[in-house]
């Protein structure tokens, strides 16, 4: 059965570094998803691509979150300064066109000390 | 108020009760209704699916939507140990971007 990958599984980084989470959608699906959730809480949607062009961004922290999907098809999502309330888990998830059925990665959990 | 709300939990209920889970939320366009598993440390998996109002089953699973109350339920029948985990409702409008409740924590003693 085919899933959404995500790497790395975990991140440990120092405030102010910098960090990059990478996401590879299920084959076909053209719409991708960046989520963070925060412990006891439900995913927030943070961008939405459909193939390589941003759909939604308005909750993306743009001063030092940026996210891309140049080829349409894998994408990566950077945070510079990380800081200590960026501490979370970032999903990636993916859908076909027209789908409101979403599948999710198994996340990247990060730590900014 | 937030558009959905969830009891975080936790619940605990015994091996084989009835398990009910519920949302509410204020926004009468949400068109589309799930219900996520999400295990520790995982991503969440979607369960169950829904348009509109109605009732749909899945095995041990029903989803119930009542959109006159905005209300919205799952039930877990002869609930088992390896259904332990968060449970998130989600919705959305046509076209839109889903809204996640908070998620509630299940436990089922053996």
Known sequence: ?113 | QKEVEQDPGPLSVPEGAIVSLNCTYSNSAFQYFMWYRQYSRKGPELLMYTYSSGNKEDGRFTAQVDKSSKYISLFIRDSQPSDSATYLCAMSERDDKIIFGKGTRLHILP
């Open chain 1, 1 to 113: 059965e085919a899933e959404v990958a995500q790497s790395p599984r975990y991140k440990i980084t120092e405030k102010s570094q910098a960090v990059a989470f990478w996401c590879d959608p299920i084959s076909g699906h053209a719409t991708l998803y960046w989520y963070r959730q925060i412990l006891g809480q439900g995913p927030e949607l943070l961008v939405q691509f459909q193939d390589e062009s941003v759909v939604d961004d308005s909750q993306l922290p743009k001063d030092r979150f940026s996210a891309e999907r140049l080829k349409g098809v894998d994408s990566t999502l950077k945070i510079q300064p990380a800081e200590l309330g960026d501490s979370a888990m970032y999903l990636c998830a993916s859908t076909r066109q027209y789908s409101e059925t979403q599948y999710f990665g198994p996340g990247t959990r990060l730590l900014v000390l």
